[in-house]
């Protein structure tokens, strides 16, 4: 008996020993797989292995204080108008916004790079010669918030149960993760198939590290009001669900003095606040109940700054610069109904909206039309496409329009009347051509039914935007109409894609990858709860996606960008709206921060301190 079992034991070990030797034989090579202190999508980093801290952060900033804001910021299944889950990584529930404070990933941002990670819960990483294969070595002594160690076996069940149980974006997302292995408590061994997108190790990176301990008498997929078990600078505090929430910082939390978080995470306490009404959102801010907000809304921001705080100096205001791409903003059009299958009537919509009029009405001029997928940024089409760009479109030529080969599509300029006649003349022309004729006053389908539109939105504050379109669409014999549901309604409807008309705004970063796949490409259109909310479906949109994917140099990215830009805006997928390239902020003169600002975020209020 004991020899039996102890051969059964030998042969295991055997097995264990292929098994290691397989999944390492990437790294067999001496000298080709160096230890690697951070990665970026292209291999170039501007901090050295040495390096102390991030250059946009005061090293010595003190701890203390709270920071409470209301922000529109949130990521998967995150509500910026109220929660019901403390679970923010699946599809189920409305989940708190800041919840990704808790947790602690593989490697952290730098934000002064466009893409850059630098090592946080690992160590240091090895990547074999292919790039199919990341190794990161944990460093020692991490844990999570009650004590227990963080190894790499919770780094392998994190994003295993994340590429199973997660939200659809996140399973999108780690699509072309091939398999993760922890070889022991230190080492985790991440394989990514071949073609796997420039920024998929980069995400893999950033993703939550959950306790395995923890979910195994956890539903990990099941909407909670329990707070998860984290192991981030910040753990969950008091919270009352669809009011605020608020993260305590760890005082004791391991990651504190590391080159990647010093000087950040420097408030006791970061709260939410939650609103649904925007106005008294504001007059929450103006009665000191939160200390900090950036405006979106220019009517408030040219017109309510007057009260007696701003001019006392008690309350600062701020213009600062957003590098950043802005994004695809626009009324999208759930192309799934066939009423907006046909370009020209989509072209139509976009004629019947004026911008000019609402900019300088409603908006006080104060931001600029979008043209772009990629506006504000270096991944733009502008002017006719150069040789690259040429040479990546040229195999679709008589499968996209002939414009694509010109100068890109921008939406037109009005007279700024409100009711441009000449564009309203254009508009119907091009909805007769789509087979929308008048009868009785009333245009309507190819069908033959009544032509009527409904716009979706979750708050009353964009009203008179849609009322000044609407007027023009009823102009054209369009029945237009908006409703207003509430956040909970709304994003279920958005996530079955249960609409008609919706407004979106898709931000990419500077290195745009497998977001790409979520946002445009046919696959992700019969995704629930994708981002490409208009049905985005074109065979030439999906190849030149996987060109952006595929590139091997910035050079690359940026050429497959911009021809991948011509050619989704040659499909008149949305009505664009608008952007700005700054931020407004508005705070309390209660903080303190860097007097330099990184360029690919906003850094708030990560870099920020109480001056109190």
């Keep these: 008996m004991q020899s039996s079992q102890l051969k059964r034991r030998e042969f295991m070990t055997l097995l264990g020993g292929v098994a290691l030797t397989s999944v390492l034989a990437p790294f067999a090579k001496a000298g080709e797989s160096p230890e690697r202190h951070g990665i970026s999508a292209f291999g170039d980093l501007k901090y050295p292995a040495d390096f102390k801290q991030f250059d946009y952060v005061n090293p010595n900033a003190p701890k203390g204080g709270v920071f409470s804001h209301v922000t529109p910021t949130r990521i998967f299944n995150q509500n910026s108008l109220t929660f019901n889950s403390l679970n923010s990584f699946i599809l189920k529930g409305d989940a708190a916004q800041g919840m990704e404070l808790t947790f602690a990933s593989l490697m952290a941002r730098a934000y002064d790079e466009p893409d850059a990670m630098y090592g946080l819960a690992a160590r240091v990483v090895q990547i074999s010669p292919d790039r199919l294969t990341y190794r990161f070595l944990m460093r020692r002594g991490i844990k999570f ?87 981030g600078p910040y753990r969950v505090g008091r919270f009352e669900p669809g009011r605020y ?23 006791d306490v970061v709260r939410y606040e939650y609103y649904r009404d925007h106005n008294i959102a504001f007059e929450g801010f103006t009665s000191h109940s939160y200390l900090f907000r950036e405006e979106l809304v220019s009517r408030i921001w040219a017109t309510r700054y007057g009260f007696p705080a701003v001019q006392e100096g008690r309350v600062k205001r701020d213009v600062i610069p957003d590098q950043t791409a802005s994004g695809a903003q626009g009324w999208y059009f759930n192309t799934r109904q066939e009423k907006f299958k046909n370009k020209l009537v989509r072209e139509a919509f976009i004629n019947a909206f004026d911008f000019e009029w609402v900019n300088a009405t409603i908006m006080y001029g104060a931001y600029q039309r979008t043209h772009s997928v990629f506006q504000n940024s270096d991944m733009m089409a502008i002017g006719r496409p150069g040789p690259d760009e040429i040479a990546l479109l040229e195999p679709y ?52 039914a009544p032509f009527t539109v409904e716009f979706l939105v979750d708050s009353p504050v964009s009203l008179p935007h849609h009322s ?28 079955d894609f249960d609409f008609d008309i919706v407004v979106q705004r898709l ?8 977001v790409l796949r979520t ?77 330099e600002q990184p360029r690919y975020a906003r850094a708030i209020p990560d870099t920020w301190w109480s001056a109190l």
């Design 468 to 495: 000044a379109f609407m007027k023009n669409l009823g102009t054209l014999g369009v029945d237009a109409s908006v409703r207003v549901v509430d956040a909970v309604q709304y994003s279920k409807r958005v996530d």
């Design 507 to 514: 931000g990419f970063s500077g290195t745009p990858g497998d």
């Design 397 to 448: 030529r008589g499968k996209v329009p002939d414009e694509v080969f010109g100068e890109p599509f921008v939406p037109p300029v009005s007279d700024g009347s409100g009711q441009d006649r000449t564009l309203l003349r254009k508009a119907n022309a091009l909805l007769k051509e789509a087979g929308c004729v008048i009868k009785d006053g009333k245009r309507m389908t190819p069908q033959g």
């Design 519 to 595: 946002s445009f490409t046919s696959r992700a259109a019969a995704m629930k709860a994708s981002l490409n909310v208009g049905g985005i479906a074109d065979p030439v949109i999906d190849a030149l996606v996987e060109r952006v994917i595929a590139a091997d140099s910035r050079t690359a990215l940026l050429s497959a960008c911009k021809a991948l830009d011509r050619v989704i805006r040659s499909g008149r997928y949305c009505v664009p709206m608008w952007h700005k390239a700054s931020h407004w902020l508005a705070y309390w003169d209660v903080f303190g921060r860097p007097a």
């Design 245 to 267: 929430i608020e993260y305590e910082r760890v005082t004791d939390w391991w990651g504190a003095d590391l080159p990647v978080a010093r000087g950040q995470n420097n408030f």
């Design 145 to 231: 918030h009650d004590g227990s160690p963080l190894t790499a076996h919770d780094v392998a069940f994190s994003l295993q149960v994340l590429k199973e149980k997660g939200h659809p974006v996140i399973q999108q997302l780690l699509r072309n993760l091939a398999g993760v292995q922890a070889l022991d408590d230190a080492n985790v061994v991440v394989s990514f198939s071949t073609g796997h997108t420039h920024d998929l190790p980069l995400y893999v990176s950033w993703m939550p590290i959950f306790s395995r301990a923890y979910y195994a008498g956890h539903a990990f997929e099941e909407t909670t009001l329990e707070p998860p078990l984290g192991s």
